[in-house]
Structure formats: C-alpha cells, structure tokens
C-alpha cells in the first residue's frame, strides 16, 4: 500500500529526514518511535502533502503512485488520513459544515455520490458515539474551544468518519489522560481491517498496549534504525532511546537502516 | 471640480486634521477629481436586473428609492409603513426619517447611482430620528456600472433617551461609481445604536462615521466589514467620542483584500473628562490575500477620565496556512478551503444582524468577494 525508499526531506534548507525507507502493507499496523527531533512528525506531514517540506531523494509510492506528485486534498481523497499533533482551531468554520464538506469532497473525486444532510447525520451519530464525544461540539467552530483531549479524540472521530485506507496518527497520545487514550485506542481498534493500515506515531510504549502493532520501528536521526514486532516497543521503554544508538555503535554502524 | 475642493466639501473643515485624515486616499481622491463632473439625472431609468437586486421580499412595501440622491416616488412602495415611521422630503436632496415606535421589520432605503453620458455626481442629506423603541433601518448603495457616478450623503442621527436604532448600511457599488457618505449620530441617556456596514466594490468609497456618546449609559455597537478585489478602494473613519458616564462602545470590523484593492480603517475612540465607567472596545483585523493588496489600520485611543475600561487591536494578516492545510489534509480543495477560512473570517462582522433573511443577503453579497473564482 506504502513504499518509501531512502527518504530525504528538508524543512527550511535543514536535512531532518535522511534515507527513510518504510513498507506498510493493508491491514497492517506500524508503530514508529523516537526520540524528540528524529523526524517523527516531518514524516506524517509529508506523507499528507504539506506545504514547505522539500523531498531531496527517494520516493513514495501509494497504492501503486507517486503520492509525492498529489495535493493535500487529492491525497485525502485517495484515502490518506493524517491525525494532526496539534489539531487546529479555525474560528467561523462550523465543524459540521466542515465534516460534510470535507466527506463530499472526497467521494465527489472518487466517483461516489454526495450525502445528503440525513445521510451525514446519520453516519455522524454512529461515529460520535465511539469516541464518545458530546453532539455540541459538532454546532462549535472546528476545534476552537475544544479541551486538548476533545482536539484529539476529534481527529479520531474524523477519521472514523471519513474512513481512509491509511491513517497515520502523529502523537495522537500526547497529553491525553487515560481514559481518552483508551477511547482512541477503541476508535482505532474498531477501524483495522484487512484493506486498511495505520502508522502511529507516537513517543511513549503506553499507547502501545491498547493498540498493538504488528511492528514497531525505531526513528532516530531522519532514518529507521531498528524494526521488530511489540516487543521492541516494550524494550525501549525499558531501556530509552538512548539503548538503540549504544547497541548500533557496539555494531559500528549508525548508519545501518532498515 | 478641483480636489482641493472635493477634499473641503469631504472632510474635516481644519485643514490639518483635513490632510491627516485623507492622507492615505489623497491619490484616489485626485485622479477621481481631475475628472469633471456633471449632475447626475434623478430621473434616469431602473432597468430590472438593477431592479432585481434591491427587490427583496422582506422589503417589498417597505422601500424608499432614491435615484441620483432624489427620492424616486415611482420606484418607491410604502404602503406597508408603519404609523411609527415618518418620511419626510423637507427638499428634493434632503429627507427627515422619524421612527417613534418599534418596528418588526426595517424600512429599506435604496440609494441608486445611475451612470450618465458624462462622469456625473449627486449628494443628499438624510436626518434620522429615532425617538421610542426599537427602530431598525436598512440603507443600501448600489447602481450600474459605466461613467463614473459620485455620490455623497450627509446624515444626522438622533436616538433619544431609552431607544434602540439598528441600522444595516449595505454599499454594494459598481467599480466605476464612488460613495461618500458621512454620518453623525447622537446618543442620549440609554440610548443603543447597532449597527452594520458591509462594503463592497467601488472606486472610492469613505466613511466618515462619528458617535457621540453623550447621554448616560449610551451604547454603541458597531460591526462592519469590507471585502475589496481588482482596485477597489474604501477608507474608514471612525469617530467615537464617550462624554458621559457609564457608556460603552464595542467596534469589531474586518477586511479583507485581493489583487490590488485598497482598504483604510481608521478607529478613533476618545474618553472624555469626566465620562467615568466608560467600556470601549475595538477590533479591526484585516486579510490581505494577495501581494498587491493594501490595508492600512489606525487604531487610535485617547483616554481623560478615571475608572476606563479600554482595549484595543488591529492586525493585517494573510491566510493562516496551517488552517489552509488542515483543510485540505481533509480532502477540501485548495479554492473551498480558501473561501471557508475567508468568509468565517468575514463573517464574524455579521454578529449583529438580527433577521436571517438580511443575514443571508449579506452572505450572498460576500461568498463571491472572498476568493470563491480566484485560481
């Protein structure tokens, strides 16, 4: 579904991204971790479209395309989903309004016919429920006002909605409590099938144990440096990260990606 | 007519504060002055497309028609006006508005500017007294577009003790047509004004708006907004003077500009000695999406009293990317995702509009002004 090879991305003339290589087949779920700085969040935002993020060398195919070559909402469109780090507040912009035009938008391009205001609020509801998110934060502007745990547990609830073929989740974890984090746990975990994969980013094993991938990698210093199944995971929170760069440099290689 | 001339008649009699105050459409002024200008016809004709976009429904039995500055009786309907309301024409250019009483919709007064041979001009005054009540207003500047039409409009307002005037001030001008329209108004003691201005189009368009809060707990609610593209031009003056105690003054204005549009908000908000307890707010926040585009905002406080409550701010800004980008990460497209971020931002300057079939006029009015056809 998703080949990256040897990735190079530059973010305002700095290398953060330095011979990424990464292969995500359907119904697969990759957890990648790392410290702060590795490029964690530079990958879900390339991989999404945005703008200012200059790819140097390598390539990204999707779903047999160079992903590289479509806007944002092209992207979106075909079914890549990111889970924003910082969810962002758009004041004015009704957040169902927005959800219907985002939803229609993306089935105009595919073929599939709009929905109507029944048919949305009837997927909605479904949705909302999961998350348990509260109806009134559909009438509020997107995000705007929303709690740090209500931002996140929106992007979930988005995804939910939307359905794509490939979700990445960049520290959707971060600052939520735990029993938010078990709800995006379930919303995720209500949503892997066989045709659909995730990446989830994340810094910390905790949201490990509710999601559990099939494989884990270690990003260090723009490039994977180790993969493994969920056992990896637990073996960086036992040691740091810092247990990664010793064992690479008893290797004598730091150079050695995946 | 010379610009020396347009400036004296359009503005500030001490020269100082006259040079100050057109400082940033002194050139607009000139290239339209060097032009001479002729009267304008009152009796020219009202084709129905022009028709078709002040006609509104809501309004039918309700709409004064002015043409070229001149009260039109054969484009007007009042016959649903109610006892409260007065419209006098105390002059072929001068007319005496008296609401005494509440009214459950507003009295529509449509300022035509029709296009002669020749680059032509009218003005007109308007008095308006809201005495009782709940008074609302709608006034409405459009025309068609060709030579150059200059219109200007003199009003006086009075709220008196305890009555509400809600005024929504509508310029939607054809580019080749310029409005001046200045409007001072007085608030007695517990006396509210809101009000509403949408601007749009037009060559040059200038607001010299002054209130006066000069009776005990007088209030003014001020929203406007301005959306400009090509090379529209509008400038703004506010004058808002609070003479007595406890007033208070909430201004929120936006703008927006794209391609080589021009806009000038110029807020001044002066407390007086003695006028204790005053409450004055001002926003302005302005969107410039393109290079070429200007705005120019002035937020201008002066406080003399104790015990003032006051906070102001004014930003020129362009689009924030980052919510551009959530947008489309979505799967909304590079011009939907504009326009959203555009007309919510807009779209905030509507807060006071009471009747939703106004409000959806305005949004009409605005969807294609923010960005909907630019590439």
Known sequence: ????????????????????????????????????????????????????????????EYAGSNLLELEPEQRAAAGIFLAF?????IPGVNNTYFLRAALNAQRKVRGEAELDSMQFLKRVREKL??????????HRAVNEGFSGGEKKRNEIFQMALLEPKLAILDETDSGLDIDALKMVADGVNAMRDAARAFVVITHYQRLLDYIVPDFVHVLADGRIVESGDAGLAHKLEEHGYAWVAERKLAHGSLAGAA | MAPAALLEEFGPADA????????????????????????ADPQAAVDDPLRERFAWAHTDALRAVFVNGVFSASNSDLS?????????HAATDRTILTISGDCAEPLHLVYLSLPGAAPSRWSAALDIEATRGNAQLIEHHLGDPGSDVLGALRSRVTVSAGATLRTTTLCDLADSASLYRRTDTVLTDDATLLSTHVLLGGRLQRHDIGVELAGARSRLDSR?????????????????????????CDVLWRGVADERARGIFHGAITVAKGADGADAQLSNKNLLLSALAEIDTQPALEIHADEVKAAHGATVGQLDERALFYLRSRGIGLTEARRMLVAAFAAVALDRVEHAWLRAHLDTLLAPRVGAERA
């Open chain 2, 224 to 248: 406007g907004v301005f959306a400009l593209r090509g090379r529209q031009h509008v400038d703004t003056h506010m004058d808002v003077r609070h003479l007595a105690r406890d007033t208070a």
């Open chain 2, 80 to 88: 649903a006006l109610a006892t409260v309301v007065r419209l006098r």
């Open chain 2, 16 to 39: 100082r504060e006259r040079e100050e105050s057109w400082r940033y459409s002194r050139p607009a002024l000139r290239a339209l002055a060097q032009q001479p200008f002729v009267a």
């Open chain 1, 129 to 138: 429920a999961v998350l348990q998110l509260k109806d009134e934060l559909l």
């Open chain 1, 1 to 60: 579904m998703l080949k990256i090879e040897n990735l190079h991305v530059r973010i305002a003339g700095k290398e953060i991204l330095k011979g990424l290589s990464l292969t995500v087949n359907a119904g697969e779920v990759h957890a990648i971790m790392g410290p702060n700085g590795a490029g964690k969040s530079t990958l879900g935002n390339v991989l999404a479209g945005r703008e200012g993020y200059e790819v140097t060398a390598g390539s990204v």
């Open chain 1, 85 to 89: 780090q910082y969810p962002v507040e």
